[in-house]
């Protein structure tokens, strides 16, 4: 599923591939269906690395709009490396824990018809404490083992694949040391492994925005959090996965409900955050206000039955749903409700959602 959201979180448009699709070949498709039919003005598309190809930034700068996307730093070239590494340039917070600088450049790419696009974009490198630590932490036995062949050259004959990424490999005469093809000598890469080393804690990100601050920028693409977000709600509160039918059809609209019941929970838990006094655009995590799964717990248990003489009980609503009715500002303290009363509540319902 390719999946766009509004920079509240709401979901606005979604399309289906099959597994086998590679990520960058949905996202120009995906923007024809529903941005394309959608009259939005221009749109900014935040995207992570699995998007970013010159084909898909030419079609979001020639379609009038704009682009803030990922860059793996250890998959940068070898000059955007070194512009990443140098420290000159960067400006850091009070406690050095976070740095970023930044750069307009241009440079050409290729669009879906091969056609030559100059682009003006603003390239972002920026180092995270956190990040660091963290990505040395998932490193920390595979360091241990580099610094073990360093010392011990003969440990890399036992795990070559593990540093295949980081061998040179040379043809050399083991008695006169002149390089023939006798012998295959291995040898580490040293320059390589410190690069990739000096690269940890590094993000880098491009944008077509080159008027926008950078704190904006690097704010906007973590808000990409809330996309995960919404993936984990659809496969486990609204029981998007596993799909049990087959035909295109059924899958469509099995897909088609869950996106209508996640941008109905989207838009009640955008509607407590504002009744909670919280800052939406800041916040990326939905649950500060209430969960989907409490959400759909209190609308499920809020029902009414029918008594004699056209009345109805209405089951007294839990403190979730008392939540909820007061982010919507609906008024349901009814004691036996007729059929029209409940209509109404139903017509408030939806007015509320449609008012988001």
Known sequence: ???????????????????????????????????????F??????????????????????SGNGYIVSKSAKGSDKNTKK??????????????????????????????????????ERLISYWSQNQYLHVLHENRKFIEYLNAV??????????????????????????????????ALLSL???????????????????????????????????????????RTIKSDLDGRPVFVRKDEH???????CFIALTMIRLIQYKILLHLGKETKNVHNWELGLSADRIKKALTSFAADALPGGYYRLTAPNDDMKLILGALGINADFKLPTVSELYQLKYDFDNATLSC
Not at 14 to 36: C, E, S, V
Not at 41 to 62: E, F, Y
């Open 1 to 39: 599923m390719g999946l766009f959201m509004d920079s509240n979180g709401i979901p606005i448009g979604y399309k289906l591939f099959p597994g086998n699709h590679i990520d960058q070949t949905t996202l120009r498709p995906a923007m024809k269906k529903t941005l394309g039919k959608m009259d």
């Open 41 to 62: 003005g221009k749109v900014i598309v935040v995207a992570d690395g699995g998007l970013n190809s010159g084909k898909n930034l030419a079609h979001i700068v020639s």
């Open 83 to 120: 512009w990443i590494v140098d420290p000159n340039g960067y400006v850091s917070n009070e406690k050095g824990t976070f740095k970023v600088k930044s750069k307009i450049r241009e440079r050409t790419i290729e669009d879906e018809n091969g056609q030559k696009l100059k682009i003006k």
């Open 150 to 183: 360093i010392q011990f050259p003969d440990k890399l004959k036992d795990k070559q694949s593990k540093l295949q990424k980081y061998l040179k490999k040379e043809q050399i005469d083991k008695e006169t040391g002149e390089v023939i093809d006798t012998a």
């Open 189 to 231: 890469d040293m320059q390589k492994i410190q690069m990739d080393i000096d690269l940890m804690g590094y993000y880098t990100l491009m944008t077509s925005e080159t008027d926008m601050p950078v704190r904006s920028i690097i704010d906007k693409y973590h808000g990409l959090s809330r996309i995960e977000d919404s993936f």
């Open 251 to 257: 899958i469509d609209a099995h897909f088609l409900i």
